[in-house]
T-cell receptor, first 109, second 111 residues
Framework: DGGITQSPKYLFRKEGQNVTLSCEQN?????MYWYRQDPGQGLRLIYY???????QKGDIAEGYSVSREKKESFPLTVTSAQKNPTAFYLC????????FGEGSRLTVL | GQQLNQSPQSMFIQEGEDVSMNCTSS?????WLWYKQDPGEGPVLLIA?????ELTSNGRLTAQFGITRKDSFLNISASIPSDVGIYFC???????????FGKGTSLLVTP
């Protein structure tokens, strides 16, 4: 089936640790995105990538890093510099309309 | 990115009632999208609008792209319990730009 796969769905991390969230798509979309969702905040853009080997900061990029070495993959690393990392993270890809993965919930203990 | 103004923030209605929610922006968009999100899941696209004035239906859902290109609304007719969720509007200036999202409308439907 075509779609966007995020993993893991749930992740727990100790303070001070980096963690990487995976996002893979087989829709052949050029553009991929990472959003963060907090209750009552809607969706906030972290990073996006229009083509391989290129990406742009979104509205809340501080404390996050990404890479886009392959068209189908856009992993997000939540670094220890992110002060409040507990959130629901959504990956999406687009060829115009945006299609989302099922999300990854990160909890920092 | 610009945050869209989505209202109402939440709605609590009885099954069978109609629902209306809208999004406004100070900027012009060329595409308006409406998504629904179930708890713990990613948003799912409901309706996409590409032309000012366009009125599009998807079952009991109807959405319109405002003439000014700065607003859009979504109507749900004869609501049912499975309509429960958070509805997001999103605007796109052009392909190659990121979507701008509203903060969502939380819908609760009682039997």
């Amino acid at each position: 089936d075509g779609g966007i796969t995020q993993s893991p769905k749930y992740l727990f991390r100790k303070e001070g640790q980096n963690v990487t969230l995976s996002c893979e798509q087989n829709l052949n979309h050029d553009a991929m995105y990472w959003y963060r969702q907090d209750p009552g905040q809607g969706l906030r853009l972290i990073y996006y990538s229009q083509i391989v080997n290129d990406f742009q900061k979104g509205d809340i990029a501080e404390g996050y890093s990404v890479s886009r070495e392959k068209k189908e993959s856009f992993p997000l690393t939540v670094t220890s510099a992110q002060k409040n990392p507990t959130a629901f993270y959504l990956c999406a890809s687009s060829s115009g309309e945006l299609f989302f993965g099922e999300g990854s919930r990160l909890t920092v203990l | 990115g610009q945050q869209l103004n989505q209202s109402p923030q939440s709605m609590f209605i009885q099954e069978g009632e109609d629902v209306s929610m809208n999004c406004t922006s100070s900027s012009i968009f060329n595409t308006w999208l409406w998504y629904k999100q179930d708890p713990g899941e990613g948003p799912v696209l409901l309706i996409a609008l590409y032309k000012a004035g366009e009125l599009t239906s998807n079952g009991r859902l109807t959405a319109q792209f405002g003439i000014t290109r700065k607003d859009s609304f979504l109507n749900i007719s004869a609501s049912i319990p499975s309509d429960v969720g958070i509805y997001f509007c999103a605007g796109l200036i052009n392909s190659g730009y990121a979507l701008n999202f509203g903060k969502g409308t939380s819908l609760l439907v009682t039997p």
